[in-house]
């Protein structure tokens, strides 16, 4: 071979390996790649003034520009009861769901060791309300015998409120008797079950209510509370949680952080600022409540706190798994928590 020959081979193996080097290295810089787009996806309520805070104020967007990330989208979609919101995140639809602690549970039990759902932040407490336009039905056993009477849940047997009423049912009748009640409830949007026990006339005569509408419908002197959610666990429990799947978490941690901690600060935010909080929420939702009433319940820690701690929620896995509604007792709140939640002091 004469040095021209062997000149012109090594520069075509010296350009060989360099665009090798190059593909790999892009390869590699995809691979390491994290989303361009965070999906949430939230029910009706003051419960979900978190996600409006991080939303309307861009913090995910923000964080993920500081982390080098670049110009990260954020989109917000609204489901109707945990059922809806739990099979948009199986269906890769959304990349993260905000539901009630049941759903939560029933998710992380239905994909332990496959998807592995934990949640990863505790959004809101508030207890949930029992409330009927019947004049006849004061309390839970009243409701025994009824006919031409619905109970308007967002999911019946899946959403938190057709678990805190099986629960009643069990305290009030034995565990056996957990599902008596569940042939009146029927599944509807807290709207639309408030505008039918407002209008009164229709089938659905009692509703399982979250804030505003829980508000709303008590203010009418037609409509009185028989329980509520803090009366069948003896006190305040967290109400919804933001859960999410361990391959989002593993492929985007950079991200996966900046969502944890966006939501850590508008609940502090929140807390820090309850009037302007109440604005954003009327602004954001297009509420056509008074403003003093939002204000009113965000003001009040009786009725709505805003806190990533996990309260109470193994009360709700206990019961679940006693009438096997799980299949998976966890030992402890913390295996279906992800362990940015684990410097909490949760039960």
Excluded at 74 to 83: C, E, I, L, P, Q
Excluded at 241 to 266: E, F, G, I
């Amino acid at each position: 071979m004469n040095l021209k020959t062997f000149k012109r081979n090594l520069a075509t193996a010296t350009a060989g390996g360099a665009l090798a080097l190059a593909l790999i290295a892009g390869a590699s810089s995809q691979a390491l790649a994290e989303a361009g787009e965070v999906r949430f996806a939230q029910q009706f309520g003051l419960l979900y003034l978190p996600m409006h805070v991080v939303v309307d104020k861009k913090m995910v967007q923000a964080c993920a520009k500081d982390a080098g990330l670049g110009d990260v989208k954020v989109t917000m979609h609204r489901f109707s009861g945990g059922a809806a919101v739990n099979q948009a995140l199986l269906s890769r639809n959304v990349d993260f769901a905000a539901g009630g602690i049941g759903p939560l549970l029933k998710l992380w039990d239905k994909t332990k060791g496959r998807l592995n759902v934990r949640a990863m932040t505790t959004l809101s407490a508030m207890p949930l309300k029992l409330n009927t336009n019947d004049p006849s039905i004061k309390k839970l056993e009243d409701y025994v015998g009824k006919e031409d009477h619905k109970i308007a849940t967002p999911s019946v047997k899946v959403s938190i409120q057709a678990v805190v009423l099986q629960m009643a049912a069990a305290k009030k009748w034995g565990p056996d008797k957990a599902f008596k009640l569940d042939p009146m409830t029927v599944s509807m949007k807290h709207p639309s079950a408030a505008a039918a026990l407002l209008a009164g006339g229709q089938a659905v005569k009692s509703h399982f209510a979250t804030l505003p509408t829980s508000f709303q419908e008590l203010k009418s002197d037609k409509i009185h509370n028989v329980l509520t959610s803090y009366d069948v666990l003896g006190g305040e429990h967290s109400t919804v949680a933001m859960y999410n799947t361990q391959k989002w978490k593993d492929d985007n941690p950079k991200l996966y952080k900046c969502v944890y901690t966006s939501y850590r600060k508008a609940i502090d935010w929140i807390n820090a600022n309850k009037k302007d909080a109440a604005a954003l929420f009327h602004r954001f939702t297009k509420s056509k409540l008074p403003l003093g009433d939002v204000e009113a319940m965000v003001g009040d820690v009786n009725e709505m706190r805003y806190s990533v701690q996990p309260k109470r929620t193994m009360e709700f896995a206990k019961f679940m798994h006693s009438i096997g509604a799980i299949k998976n007792m966890p030992s402890s709140w913390k295996d279906y928590y992800w362990e940015n939640n684990h410097d909490q002091d949760g039960s």
